[in-house]
């Protein structure tokens, strides 16, 4: 058995939150975390700027108000992923437009986003699942040919790679979270990341409530601009997206350990990968040869005409035999209740949301088997892989 061992939370974080803390959070101290983390940030994904948000839900939302992305304009997801990809559109007054998956990598395909392209549309938010980059060659070829904008959603998918560059710079936007289950967490937080300073400029003021003098690397207002009673603060309509400084605290401390974190699920990644390798209905999520897997799970889907019995039929042999047990796919975001019985009323929807609209997809969830890589002890990986193959033979 191994001993590779690492801790989620470090004496590092532990310090840094201290800190924070030490430091009260006056005002003109309130800011030195975030200043930190997103400068460090953006150098780690090769970009130029980095803004912090609460959620990754929120950087979206920023995302697409930065680009112009108006109410009633269409913006093409995947129906495969969290729902908050689809949820971020809707906060814009947008209209989400679900293109199908890949059968193989389950990401978006590029192929179905030209399918589904109107006079109304404007952006694709494409989606790196369970840490599989997409296929970013043949998506920004569909969107350059119709002149719309590309919001990545990382949030999966921390230090990927496609054609040797990490993701989150390939679109116009690329959205990152801290959530807990997340490569990188602060308990919740996002990050938004862009090349371009009039985008990070936009995006800076929308997720500061609007302010003047707020910009791609200032957060936030001078003590000298208000203490002018002239000041005119708020020039724009905006949201309080802004990262806490105890969250930045938190969150740098994972990025200088984030290449330990990501290695770490990669390899809880590899155990698994042995212990289904000559499995004939085990088939996992390929990862094409110019794609970094950073592993955020282990997924795969059950081979079977029967998944409505199988797939629990699987899991309660495993979870007999010891095994943590394993998570299922989300809904297929327009399969959800809101989106069933309110979204689908809404005149500005011309999908129907019923079956057969992305039949890779409706193929994949109710087969997709998501075993978790946030294993700090490899051991426990290792064990799990044991009881996998023992539920592999007994099947």
Not at 15 to 33: E, H
Not at 106 to 113: D, P, R
Not at 295 to 311: C, Q, R, S, V
Request: charged residues 25%.
């Amino acid at each position: 058995m191994r001993n590779d061992s690492i801790s989620r939370i470090s004496d590092l974080e532990k310090k840094y939150a201290l800190d924070a803390i030490d430091r009260q959070f006056a005002t003109s101290q309130n800011s030195y975390y975030n200043n930190l983390l997103e400068k460090e940030y953006a150098k780690k994904v090769c970009c130029d700027y980095a803004i912090g948000h609460i959620n990754g839900t929120a950087t979206m939302h920023t995302a697409l108000v930065a680009l112009g992305v108006k109410a009633g304009d269409e913006v093409i997801v995947p129906p495969l992923t969290m729902s908050s990809t689809s949820i971020a559109v809707l906060h814009n007054g947008s209209i989400p437009v679900y293109a199908d998956v890949d059968k193989e990598t389950f990401n978006i395909s590029a192929e179905a986003i030209e399918k589904c392209i109107t006079s109304k549309t404007k952006a694709v938010i494409s989606v790196s699942l369970y840490g599989l980059p997409a296929d970013y060659d043949k998506i920004l070829a569909v969107c350059k040919k119709h002149n719309l904008y590309l919001i990545e959603d990382n949030a999966e998918c921390f230090l990927g790679t496609y054609n040797g560059k990490v993701v989150g710079q390939f679109g116009d936007f690329g959205s990152f979270s801290f959530q807990a289950s997340k490569h990188l967490t602060c308990g919740e937080g996002g990050m938004l990341v862009c090349r371009d300073l009039e985008l990070a400029n936009k995006a800076r003021q929308f997720n500061t409530l609007g302010y003047a003098g707020v910009s791609a690397t200032k957060g936030k207002i001078s003590r000298n601009d208000i203490q002018d009673p002239n000041y005119s603060r708020h020039v724009a309509f905006g949201f309080n997206y802004r990262m806490s400084e105890l969250q930045a605290a938190v969150a740098l401390g994972q990025l200088e350990r984030s290449d330990e974190l990501v290695n770490q699920r990669i390899k809880a990644a590899k155990i698994f990968e042995e212990a289904v390798t000559g499995c004939d209905f085990l088939v996992p999520q390929k990862t094409p040869s110019n794609c970094t897997n950073s592993y955020w799970a282990y997924a795969m889907t059950l081979k079977t005409d029967k998944p409505e019995t199988d797939w629990y039929k699987f899991r309660d042999l495993f979870q007999k035999n010891g095994g943590d047990g394993y998570y299922a796919a989300w809904k297929l975001s327009y399969e959800e209740p809101y989106f069933q019985n309110d979204v689908q009323k809404s005149p500005c929807v011309w999908q129907k949301y019923e079956k057969g609209l992305c039949p890779n997809a409706e193929y994949l969830q109710p087969r997709m088997i998501q075993l978790k890589t946030n294993y700090w002890n490899l051991s426990e990986a290792e064990n799990q892989a044991e009881i996998l193959s023992k539920t592999i033979k007994e099947f």
